[in-house]
């Protein structure tokens, strides 16, 4: 059956992500419940998911839950009328109703991942990730869950030790617990701990995704990271403006991609282990991925300069310099990314024109 998304760039990712080769068997009959459903990195996969239940003919339903029904209209409109897509409304970091749907697979991607929340709501940002994940651990438990997959992220690292070293799954440099920016990373890690604790002393089988710098298709575009600005700058033909030096690195890693690892870890992932998820290959300086994204659409006639900032209060800029990930762990189940720098960003420009 054909996908039911109009926008013809996620239709192509959504065909591609259901054709992967994966034990999509695992999901007959079963109820995925995920957390933060109508955020980017989970619409895709609540998109996915459907794509896969028409493709594969599979008896599954998805229960996006969301803190604002507004946000469904926003991401997933078109899965509203979906047989295997319901959704309901709950701020993830409250207790959970005794009316809380039971699922088999819980995916908690519930989250404010942007710097610019950080600073104005440090403790939403930190809630959801904390007591929000003791809640559907929990649940998790009642529900007789067969597994628990937590969306965490490369902020886990902190600063490394090595700029020029690879971060694998192990690897962790210093996080200052009394800088407010700390409330995403800091929360990230307990959140993982909960999972390695719950595993251990309940038997769930948890597994924990650490995505870096993911972007496509649907992202916010005024949610102030700074690709999604660029993305927004060339759809608008508004010259990009750097307000950092430009020299720092990090590998972007394409949504349509990064969905396919998503699913390869929740299907196949092992107990209590986390993954990096991430293109180490489509590593790129700030300053560069401004001029690359300007020369994609020259008939645009976007220009790049720089204008530091004099007050960066309301922006709370990473320490890290460079954070390069290792994905040999995930490509041992058999992931690993296609998607360039070049590809991506056009793709994903284009998704909004």
Request: with cysteine; net charge neutral.
């Amino acid at each position: 059956m054909h996908s039911i998304e109009k926008n013809t760039i996620i239709s192509e990712d959504l065909a591609r992500i259901s054709s992967a080769i994966l034990p999509w068997h695992h999901l007959e009959d079963k109820v995925i419940l995920i957390t933060g459903g109508a955020g980017f990195l989970a619409a895709y996969l609540v998109k996915a998911l459907l794509a896969a239940r028409r493709s594969h003919k599979l008896n599954l339903r998805v229960v996006c839950v969301v803190r604002n029904p507004e946000s469904i209209k926003f991401r997933l409109s078109q899965c509203i009328n979906d047989e295997g897509f319901s959704f309901v409304v709950h701020d993830i970091s409250k207790p959970l109703p005794d009316n809380f749907p039971r699922a088999d697979f819980v995916i908690h991607s519930a989250s404010q991942a942007s710097p610019k929340y950080y600073g104005v709501d440090p403790v939403g940002t930190l809630t959801a990730n904390s007591a929000g994940t003791m809640c559907l651990l929990d649940h998790a438990i009642r529900s007789e869950a067969a597994r628990f997959l937590f969306f965490s992220s490369g902020e886990v690292y902190g600063v490394p030790t090595e700029s020029n070293q690879s971060v694998g799954e192990h690897d962790y440099g210093y996080l200052d617990p009394m800088n407010v920016r700390s409330c995403y990373a800091e929360s990230k890690r307990i959140g993982e701990t909960m999972c390695a604790a719950w595993a251990q002393q309940f038997g769930l089988h948890t597994s924990v995704v650490r995505p870096f710098h993911t972007y496509g298709p649907g992202m916010a575009l005024n949610d102030g990271r700074v690709f999604a600005d660029f993305v927004a700058d060339v759809v608008a033909k508004r010259d990009i403006v750097l307000k950092s030096d430009g020299l720092a690195l990090r590998s972007f890693c394409y949504i349509a991609d990064a969905t396919i690892g998503f699913l390869t870890i929740l299907l196949k992932g092992g107990k209590a282990q986390a993954y990096n998820v991430a293109n180490p290959d489509a590593e790129i300086s700030i300053g560069d991925l401004a001029l690359e994204v300007a020369g994609l659409f020259p008939e645009r006639g976007i220009n790049t300069r720089y204008e530091l900032p004099v007050d960066s209060s309301a922006y709370l800029i990473s320490p890290i310099h460079r954070s390069r990930p290792s994905i040999e762990k995930i490509r041992a189940l058999g992931w690993f990314p296609t998607t360039g720098v070049s590809d991506g960003f056009r793709r994903t420009i284009n998704s909004f024109l």
